[in-house]
C-alpha cells in the first residue's frame, strides 16, 4: 500500500471495489485483483500498461460498474501485485490467464480490454486456452506488437540509428522518477499524452506512473525493447477493435494500422485526433463507449442472472 500514490478526488480516483482477491500465476506470483459492480451483469475484464495499476482505469471503472462486472488487476510488480524476478510476455499471458480463471465461471465469456501493455498481454495470450474460454471480443488501446522502440517518436529525430539507442537509453533508464513535481508533469505530459491534456488528466498519469517501483519499471522496460508479438495478433482470432492516438509517441498510429491490417477479426478501429498514449484518461468517454459496444454485440451474462 505505501508504495500506491494517486488522486483522492474527481474522476480519476479509484473507486472502492465491491471485493478484492488474489490470482495466483503459473510460477505462483500473486496478482491483486478488484472488482466492481454488479455480480451478475456482464463482465469487463481491463489490463493495464507498462507503470500503472489498476488506479488508471478509474473513470472507465467509475462509468461502467454501474451495469458490468469490471474486473481489474495489476501486473505483476505493479500497484499492490508483488515484484517478479520473471518478466517476459509468457509470465504476462500466465497471469491473463489467472485473472480470468479466478473471476470468470467456466464458460463464462468476457470482454477483455489491454492498453498499451496490457494490450500485448492480450497478445501474448491470444492461443491460449484460457483466454480462448473466455474472451468474447477485445479492445486494444494505444499498443503495438514489436519495434517499439524504433517506432517511438518519444525523441524528436529523424528514424535511425540513433534515435533507437537514444529511446532505449531513455525509456530503459535505471532512474528514480522522484516526486511528481511541475517539471515532472510537463516531462510525463510530453511524453505519454496529448497537447490539449487538462492538467486533472496529467496529474492523475503522473501519480500512477511515479508510483511504480524503479527497478520494475526497468525490468519491464527491457521487455518491451525486444518485443516482438507479431505472432500473437495473427492468433487473435475473436472479435477485435483497435483505439490509437494520433499524438501518441510512445506507440504511434503505425502500430494500430499494423494490428488493424493483421488482425484476423477487426471489427472497428478509431483514431482520436490530439491524443496522446494514455488513451483510457484522456478520452475516457470514447473508450468506454467502445467497451460497451463490444459488451452489447459480444458479450454473455453470468448463468443464473
Not at 127 to 154: D, I, M, N
Not at 218 to 230: C, F, K, T
Not at 249 to 275: D, F, K, Q, W
Request: charged share 20%; hydrophobic share 45%.
Amino acid at each position: 500500500m505505501s508504495r500506491l500514490m494517486h488522486v483522492e478526488t474527481g474522476p480519476y480516483a479509484p473507486p472502492v471495489p465491491v471485493r478484492e482477491l488474489v490470482a495466483v500465476s503459473a510460477d505462483g506470483a500473486r496478482l491483486h485483483v478488484e472488482v466492481h459492480g454488479p455480480e451478475s451483469a456482464p463482465a469487463v475484464v481491463l489490463a493495464h500498461g507498462w507503470t500503472c495499476s489498476t488506479a488508471f482505469w478509474a473513470a472507465q471503472i467509475r462509468d461502467l460498474a454501474v451495469d458490468h462486472r469490471v474486473i481489474a488487476y495489476d501486473q505483476r510488480g505493479h500497484g499492490r501485485s508483488p515484484a517478479s524476478p520473471a518478466c517476459s510476455t509468457e509470465a504476462l499471458a500466465d497471469d491473463l490467464e489467472a485473472v480470468l480463471e479466478a473471476t470468470l465461471a467456466t464458460g463464462e465469456k468476457a470482454v477483455v480490454v489491454g492498453h498499451s501493455m496490457g494490450g500485448m498481454t492480450v497478445m501474448a495470450a491470444a492461443a491460449r486456452p484460457g483466454f480462448q474460454e473466455h474472451a468474447a471480443a477485445v479492445l486494444l488501446c494505444s499498443t503495438g506488437s514489436s519495434r517499439l522502440v524504433a517506432e517511438s517518436t518519444v525523441v524528436p529525430l529523424r528514424p535511425g540509428r540513433f534515435r533507437t539507442w537514444l529511446t532505449q537509453q531513455i525509456l530503459g533508464s535505471r532512474a528514480p522518477l522522484g516526486p511528481v513535481t511541475p517539471m515532472a508533469r510537463r516531462i510525463l505530459k510530453y511524453g505519454t499524452m496529448g497537447p490539449g491534456s487538462a492538467p486533472h488528466m496529467v496529474e492523475a498519469c503522473a501519480r500512477i506512473v511515479h508510483a511504480c517501483p524503479r527497478k520494475v519499471r526497468y525490468a519491464w522496460s527491457q521487455v518491451l525493447d525486444l518485443l516482438d508479438l507479431d505472432h500473437g495478433v495473427r492468433e487473435l482470432k475473436v472479435p477485435t477493435a483497435v483505439v490509437a492516438g494520433t499524438a501518441d509517441r510512445l506507440t504511434p498510429p503505425v502500430h494500430a494500422r499494423a494490428l488493424i491490417a493483421a488482425l484476423p477479426n477487426c471489427v472497428g478501429s478509431t483514431e482520436l485526433p490530439g491524443v496522446g498514449h494514455m488513451s483510457p484518461v484522456e478520452a475516457p468517454e470514447l473508450v468506454s463507449g467502445r467497451i460497451r459496444e463490444l459488451v452489447t454485440t459480444y458479450a454473455t451474462i453470468k448463468e443464473g442472472a
